[in-house]
């Protein structure tokens, strides 16, 4: 077992995260791309249409929003759907003004419209740089079975990777390994 193949403290893979990841608390893109090989090729997915089919195995390309900015996968806006029709049925038994219950409608509303997420840049990676996207994230990891090839689709654009935050949080309470 490798002692650094894991979040600890302020390091991934046994790399420390940017003073701005530690900062903010959350993992830096520049240091999650260091925990394993990625090879920027922008035209790997239209290049290779024709040799067999590149399927979504992490992340996903559609998610919902609701009126505050939230976003939700499929499954997780189905469950949210519930729980503001729940909210509704409640607050219609307490007799609630009309107009608190049209705003949770109109957040229903709003979650029935699927947006999808733009892929600004595509990385070749390793078989154990998907299993760690698949693991610590939500990220974009496409497979194609033919060419035994993994791609991960970036969403982000502009920012240097030291200042694009991933969800993974930070321990940065715990700096050193034991």
């Known amino acids: 077992m490798r002692r650094n193949n894991k979040l600890r403290g302020t390091y991934f893979y046994g790399n420390e995260a940017s003073d701005y990841a530690k900062e903010n608390g959350f993992l830096d893109y520049a240091t999650l791309s260091k925990a394993f090989d990625a090879v920027l090729n922008n035209d790997i997915i239209k290049n290779t249409s024709d040799i067999g089919y590149w399927d979504i195995e992490n992340g996903s390309e559609e998610y919902y929003e609701d009126n505050n900015g939230n976003h939700y996968t499929y499954d997780e806006k189905e469950e949210r759907i519930e729980e503001l029709e729940a909210k509704i049925e409640e607050l219609e038994e307490l007799e609630t003004e009309e107009a608190q219950i049209e705003e949770i409608r109109e957040d229903i509303e709003a979650l029935e419209d699927a947006h999808y997420e733009e892929v600004f840049q595509y990385f070749i990676i ?20 033919t060419l035994d090839m993994y791609v991960w689709g970036v969403t982000h654009w502009g920012t240097s990777w030291d200042y694009v935050l991933t969800d993974i949080k930070l321990n940065c309470g715990e700096e050193a390994f034991n």
């Open 126 to 145: 390793s078989d154990s740089g998907a299993e760690i996207l698949k693991d610590y994230t939500n990220e974009i990891v496409f497979y194609n079975e």
